[in-house]
């Protein structure tokens, strides 16, 4: 099946710098990538999502980048903040499998 | 308010006993999807289900089962307890096949003592 690795599990970044988070995919048939974000104690909540026909999306801070070729995908928050500090999660739909694939998360701290 | 409804909230139980948790998904949509989430864990899918059928089953242990009524909601039974089961189990839902977003609930934490 579909394994997604994700990287770093933690990250620490300053208030107002950038932070990057980084995926690979193993199943060339996956084409729905979602982010989540989830904070302490509550449910993971979708903040960006991109398909596999396009390069990037932006949404204000956030960006998301996909490789098709490579098999990676990336989450981008420009001008951290502290409320930015919470636990993302990469995705890949494995087309088929009808199932939503997880990295293992990383931790972000912003530190004000 | 994702629309996704977990039900209990928290359950405290004994090893050895059995448990079922409840998850309604959001009105129309037909896959349902558990998850667990160890302490400071990732999500480890357990299984899903599209339109009361299993569609996909991820490390689900074989004290573990769930089903999926014609109601759409579902339920997740877990028997012969042990302590290494205590977790947030989340239940989440999407329209159709899943590259669309997926809804979770607020999540069901279980404290196996």
């Known amino acids: 099946g579909e394994n997604v690795e994700q990287h770093p599990s933690t990250l620490s970044v300053q208030e107002g710098d950038s932070a990057v988070i980084k995926c690979t995919y193993s199943?060339?048939?996956?084409?729905?990538f979602p982010w989540y974000k989830q904070e302490l104690g509550k449910r993971p909540q979708l903040i960006i999502d991109?398909?596999?026909?396009?390069g990037e999306k932006k949404d204000q801070r956030i960006a998301v980048t996909l490789n098709k070729t490579a098999k990676h995908f990336s989450l981008h928050i420009t001008e951290t903040q502290p409320e930015d500090s919470a636990v993302y999660f990469c995705?890949?739909?494995?087309?088929?499998?009808?199932?939503?694939?997880f990295g293992t998360g990383t931790r972000l701290t912003v530190i004000p | 308010d994702s629309g996704v409804t977990q039900t209990p909230k928290h359950l405290i139980t004994a090893t050895g006993q059995r448990v079922t948790l409840r998850c309604s998904p959001r009105?129309?949509?037909?896959?349902v999807y558990w998850y667990q989430q160890s302490l400071d864990q990732g999500l480890q899918f357990l299984i899903q289900?599209?339109?009361?059928?299993?569609?996909a089953k991820g490390n689900i242990l074989e004290r573990f089962s769930a089903q999926q009524f014609p109601d759409l909601h579902s339920e997740l039974n877990l028997s012969s307890l042990e302590l290494g089961d205590s977790a947030l189990y989340f239940c989440?839902?999407?329209?159709?096949?899943?590259?669309?977003?997926?809804?979770f609930g607020q999540g069901t934490r279980l404290t196996v003592v």
């Open positions: 989440a839902s999407s329209p159709t096949h899943p590259d669309s977003e997926a809804f």
């Open positions: 199943d060339s048939a996956s084409n729905y």
């Open positions: 991109i398909r596999s026909n396009v």
């Open positions: 995705a890949a739909c494995q087309t088929g499998a009808n199932n939503l694939f």
């Open positions: 009105s129309g949509d037909l896959s």
């Open positions: 289900y599209y339109n009361g059928e299993e569609r």
